[in-house]
């Protein structure tokens, strides 16, 4: 039988991620720097330069159940395992028919030895094949979901990049309950509403922009 998957694919894209796109929160707000230890021209450079910055999180969980793309994704994914799964059921079950019956024929003494012989080179020869057809499908499943996972981050990493052509952040970290790069984001530099809405808009328009107001 053929294991059940769950896509998963932010999970997988975005766990323990930091995008470097220069992003940030969505209140334009901004840290605050700590003491320096460092009395020089240096720690003065690295404080201004922390003050001016500017950055958000998207949380991973939300993008991940609420994307309609991989919500498509994933569902177009689980009907074709559903298909591959019926395939293998009946398959296996004619083998196991066939087997049953040829135990009986012996047992009653139906055939002769060489006829025993050939139906079981037979019932080798389909358990190999099963074999052989549960590990193509298990390999062609595998392939789609990373296709997909790859599609998905070229997809958000391009997202962004336009995104932030107008909201002009420095960082966008991604939270998730599972762990990642964020452990703990105040509400108010968190933009998954509207990144996730922006997402939504451009994929159900097909076209690539970024931007929301």
């Known amino acids: 039988m053929i294991l059940k998957t769950k896509v998963g694919l932010l999970a997988l894209a975005l766990s323990g991620s930091v995008f470097l796109f220069s992003c940030g929160d969505k209140n334009n707000k901004k840290t605050t720097p700590s003491k320096s ?3 020089n021209d240096d720690s003065t450079t690295i404080q201004n330069e922390q003050q001016s910055l500017k950055i958000a999180f998207v949380n991973a969980d939300t993008l991940n159940s609420k994307y309609q793309y991989l919500k498509d994704k994933e569902a177009a994914f689980e009907k074709k395992q559903s298909a591959y799964e019926a395939e293998m059921t ?32 037979k019932l080798e020869s389909q358990q190999t094949a099963l074999e052989r057809r549960h590990q193509e499908i298990s390999t062609q499943l595998a392939k789609e979901q990373a296709t997909i996972q790859e599609d ?48 939504n808009e451009a994929y159900k328009n097909g076209g690539s922009k970024a931007t929301t107001k």
């Not at 087997?99 to 050939?118: H, M, N, P, R, W």
């Not at 991604?174 to 922006?198: E, F, H, P, R, W």
């Open 37 to 39: 230890v460092v009395n």
């Open 152 to 199: 998905f981050q070229k997809k958000l990493d391009d997202f962004l990049e336009q995104f932030n052509k107008e909201y002009g952040y420095d960082f966008i970290l991604t939270y998730s309950k599972n762990g990642g790069a964020l452990l703990y984001g105040s509400k108010s530099y968190d933009i998954t509403q509207q990144v996730l809405d922006a997402m």
């Open 90 to 121: 009946n398959k296996q079950k004619a083998f196991q028919n066939e087997a049953i019956a040829f135990q009986k024929k012996i047992q009653d003494g139906q055939l002769t030895q060489s006829e025993g012989e050939s139906l079981q080179k």
